[in-house]
Structure formats: C-alpha cells, structure tokens
C-alpha cells in the first residue's frame, strides 16, 4: 500500500508528545497540533517554526482534513473525550470504509479508508476496543500504538518503540507516520493488543524496579553502595531499566527527570491489575506492585507530578535511611564499555 498521507494531527505535547511530533514534521508531514496548555501549543509552533507545523484552530473540526490523527493524552479516558465528547472531533473527520470480520475487501484507493486514528497513550485495552466500535459510527479507523523505549530520551531521536494493535489495513496505512517518529514497530494484533503489550512492559519494569529498590536498601545497611550495586547489576543478569537507566541516572542522582510520572505507573498497575482479573489470573504480584506505586505517591514529600524514579523516597522512609546521593551517575548504555581493575 503507497502512502497517500498528506497532513498528519497530533494531540498531545507533553514530554512524550512533544518530540514525537517534532519527529512527524521532521520528515517532512504537514503536521496539525494541539494540547490542552495552549501555551505549550503555542510555544511548539514557534520552536518549529521551520518545519511544516500549523497550530489547529479552536473548533471541533480543526482535524476535518487530516489522514492520520495521532494522541498522546495521559489516559484512555482523555481519548474518548477528545473524539466522542461534547466537544468532541469525530464526527467532523474524514469517513472511510469499514473493514470489519464482515467486509473484508480491499479497495485499492487507500483515500476511501477515511483518517486514520492512532492513540499512542497508556490506555486500557479494553476501553480501546470499546473506542474503536464507537467510532464507526463515523467511518473512522482507530489503532494503538503506545510507546516505550530503550532508554530514556530516545524518543527525542526518533528511537521509539511502538506495540501495534489494528486491522492490517489501518496499520498499513498509518505506518509510513509511524516509522517517523521509531526505530522498532511491532504488530502485536488486533485492536486493544498493542495497549495489552504497554502495559506487560510498565509491570514487568515496575517489577524489577522494586527488586533494584529492596537491594539498594538492604544491600546499604550491609555497607554496600547503592551505584555500585547498579554498575555490578549491568553486567550481569539483573541488568533492567531502573539498574542502567532511570533508577540509575535519575534516582540515586536525585534529579528525578526519567520523564515518566509517577501518577501514571500507578495508573498503568492499576490498568495490569484490572486485565489480570478479567483473564482470570490472581497475581499476588500485580496487587503489591499496583498498591507500592499508590502507597509511593502518597509519600508526603512526593507531589502529584512527581517522576516515577521518586518511588525510591518510600523505600528509604519505611527503612529509616537515606541512600547517598550519587552525583554525575550517568545511563550505562553499553555494558561492554564498563571496566573493572
């Protein structure tokens, strides 16, 4: 399938946001944004002023002619609204044909799919599915592509991983924006099996991050130093995220900037634990992991928008220590470059 795609929206300029977008233009689409801070909106035309981005006007048909329209809003919720609200844009996009289990054609104009749309937020997958019978009501496509990434800030370079849930055909068409913004794109299944994936990754990596956590604070009352406790961790076995990446750079350092918030792992638990129960799987693990994340927001010296790597300020109060402040640790992004005497 040729790309026909010729003016691409994005909803959503935060951390995540922001770069992806800045990616889409890059290569070269028309690019149409908008986020609720219109001041962040504004400020992102400006810094790209030399790139092919337009601010999208106030009305709920300002993405009436796009092809792909692209979300990255903090939950699944948020999507709905954005589309299906009050003020909602659905109903003033472009509608295409339905490709469904009972109209299977494949029509060689891709024009007649209509736009395209690609919610790249943590979202619940089953609210995903939901949203997608929803919108053909509209003629409208929906597909899931959340993101991660191997190590922090690589999507600003365009090295995004994307987990993609749709219909063959609505993935086709979206990929050519897809492959603007990643390095590595997986079709994980039909639609809601993308967000399925993002949140096996956020629990799996929560998971170790509590494993990383426990060392740090039993591994200090036995005389050990919690940065060389990562940098053994990187060359073994243990190595994860939190041991060569967040935890490491961003949490024993105390700058607290991994870019991913703390209210939204624990949302993303909270989405694991929910898919657990509806599968029938009681997890033991899902449940303590969900309740630290919550327990970990709640620390009194941890704000609303704190990043995720503050989880470690639960640890040291519940064990009555503080861990040394590792100053200038930075990501081990390769461990073969780590030397030892």
């Given at each position: ?306 990043d995720y790597t503050e989880c470690l300020k639960l640890w040291e109060r519940k ?23």
């Amino acid at each position: 399938m040729t790309s026909t795609i010729k003016s691409v929206g994005y909803i959503g300029l935060g951390l995540a946001g922001g770069p992806l977008a800045q990616n889409v233009a890059q290569k070269g689409f028309k690019t149409i944004v908008r986020d609720a801070d219109k001041e962040k909106q504004r400020k992102f035309v400006i810094e790209n002023k030399n790139l092919p981005v337009e601010e999208a006007a106030a009305g709920p048909d300002a993405f009436k002619d796009v092809d792909v329209l692209i979300t990255m809003v903090p939950n699944g919720h948020i999507v709905r609204d954005i589309l299906l609200g009050e003020q909602g844009i659905a109903p003033y996009m472009k509608p295409g044909r339905i490709f469904n289990s009972l109209s299977v054609e494949r029509f060689a104009d891709e024009d007649f799919l209509g736009c395209v749309i690609v919610d790249t937020s943590s979202s619940d997958p089953f609210g995903t599915q939901q949203l997608g019978k929803d919108l053909e009501k509209y003629q409208l496509r929906l597909v899931d592509s959340p993101v991660t990434q191997v190590r922090m800030h690589g999507i600003n370079d365009g090295e995004a991983t994307f987990m993609i849930g749709g219909a063959q055909e609505d993935t086709d068409f979206a990929m050519p924006v897809l492959k603007t913004m990643s390095r590595w794109r997986f079709i994980m299944g039909p639609l809601g099996s993308g967000h399925v994936m993002k949140t096996f990754n956020n629990y799996v990596t929560a998971a170790g991050i509590a494993a990383l956590n426990d060392a740090f604070i039993v591994g200090r009352k036995m005389g050990l130093d919690p940065a060389q406790i990562t940098d053994v961790l990187n060359v073994g076995t243990g190595r994860n995220y939190g041991t060569a990446h967040s935890i490491r750079a961003e949490g024993l350092t105390r700058t607290y900037a991994s870019g991913y918030g703390l209210a939204l792992l624990v949302k993303d638990l909270g989405i694991n634990l929910e898919l657990c129960g509806k599968m029938g799987i009681d997890t033991q693990l899902a449940k303590h992991m969900h309740g630290l994340s919550k327990e970990a927001l709640e620390e009194p010296n941890v704000e609303q928008s704190a990043d995720y790597t503050e989880c470690l300020k639960l640890w040291e109060r519940k064990a009555g220590i503080e861990l040394p402040t590792a100053v200038g640790l930075k990501e081990c992004d390769e461990p073969r470059d780590f030397e030892t005497p």
